[in-house]
């Protein structure tokens, strides 16, 4: 027969045994709790890293222990605290897997808060973890570009930039890896976002309107550069840009206007003169367009552009001059003479260029020079 006695005292003892299991339990979540406010505090009075990480691994190996017990385990606080913990380890202990192994246990840990946390009492903690997990995804995402694995990049990016929608900067960086990925639309959605938060970068503009002329959307392209052109009114390639594009839009009186405007403010640009000097040869007005070209080539001497329509528009001055009554000759051989210096200029530049060849294989053949008419087709022989 059992004593009695003796019973009672195991029953005791069994009772105080979980009771002090319990308490130990509830201590380890009050060692956790207080890991939290000891970092906080860490962190405000600026101390090293290694003194955070101490704090930070006292509080985890709390927290774990209040999570294996059947009670605490159920509590959010248990959880949201881990959480906090694991993603702010994340983003401080410079080891790259232990890094990397505390921000996956901060995710995990943070959808068993959501999952307990009815009430939200612990929403505090759990932003905050969202928070340090965004930046290791930012991280990550940095560093995979850098890597130059665009698509982990943008992955990476697109969800913290969503995170943090008002971050400019951020959005940039992830339009940029959407652009390296070819996903346009993605693109221009967030140099929008980075426009739209005031961003100013002519790199933005531009980037948005290279996109719109491949979706051959030329007005969305000028009117983007515009817009770039009202926040950056003397950024010279967006100007430049945005002359080229009323170029292609055939908008030929708003370009020579703009390069008229500009070439008040910028009178060292070879482009500008060109193709100031472009447009009014277009218009016939070849007086002025020699003036220009020239003044191209004052600039840059050997500028390609603007020495071969130089070397074109003489030659159909010479041309104009046989066609008229009676056939003016010696204009003619004048300007024949001034194409072929020009087109030996030029050739020199571009030794293979097809179309330099032609043109003085034919200035060569008018002017009856046919051991130089051989020399010019050998070399096209040889390309």
């Known amino acids: 027969m059992m004593n009695k006695k003796y019973f009672f005292a195991a029953t005791m003892l069994v009772v105080v045994g979980s009771s002090t299991n319990a308490i130990a339990q509830k201590t380890q979540l009050l060692i956790a709790r207080n890991a939290v406010g000891k970092l906080q505090e ?29 009670k605490t385990k159920k509590y959010p606080e248990t959880w949201a605290i881990k959480s906090y913990l694991s ?53 990550m995402g ?8 665009y698509n982990v990049a943008f992955n990476y990016l697109k969800e913290v930039s969503d995170y943090f929608p008002k971050d400019s900067a951020l959005a940039i960086n992830t339009a940029l890896s959407a652009q390296a990925i070819k996903n346009d639309d993605e ?10 938060n005031g961003a100013r970068n002519p790199v933005i503009f531009q980037r948005m309107a290279t996109i719109y002329k491949m979706k051959m959307d030329t007005e969305s392209a000028l009117k983007i550069t515009e817009e770039g052109l009202k926040v950056n009114p003397y950024n010279e390639m967006l100007g430049n ?12 009186t708003e370009a020579m206007n703009r390069i008229e405007n500009t070439l008040k403010v910028n009178t060292r640009s070879k482009l500008l003169y060109f193709l100031y000097g472009y447009l009014h040869q277009k218009n016939a007005n070849m007086g002025t367009a020699e003036l220009a070209y020239n003044k ?8 390609f552009d603007a020495l071969y329509q130089l070397g074109l528009l003489y030659l159909n001055l010479g041309n104009k001059a046989l066609q008229a009554t009676p056939q003016d000759i010696p204009t003619f051989s004048s300007y024949l003479n001034r194409s072929e210096v020009i087109f030996n200029k030029t ?11 032609n043109l003085l294989i ?22």
Do not use: H
């Open 241 to 252: 840009d945005y002359i080229n594009q009323l170029l292609d839009s055939e908008r030929y």
């Open 296 to 303: 191209s080539l004052d600039i840059d001497k050997n500028y």
């Open 187 to 196: 693109a221009l959605n967030y140099f929008r976002r980075a426009k739209d």
């Open 347 to 357: 050739l020199k530049l571009k030794p293979k260029d097809k179309s330099v060849i």
């Open 362 to 383: 034919e200035i060569y053949t008018r002017k009856n020079r046919f051991d130089r008419v051989q020399e010019l087709k050998a070399q096209l022989d040889v390309f």
């Open 42 to 70: 860490a962190i405000a009075n600026q101390k090293d890293e290694k003194t955070q990480l101490q704090i930070l691994a006292d509080g985890i190996k709390a927290s774990e222990n209040a999570q294996k017990d059947s």
């Open 142 to 149: 940095n560093s995979a570009y850098e890597s130059g694995d």
């Open 87 to 139: 993603s702010y380890i994340a983003i401080k202990d410079p080891n790259q897997a232990t890094s990397d192994k505390y921000y996956e246990q901060a995710k995990m840990a943070i959808d068993s808060a959501k999952n307990f946390d009815r009430f939200e009492d612990n929403s505090g903690l759990i932003a905050a973890s969202n928070y340090n997990i965004n930046i290791k995804k930012q991280k």
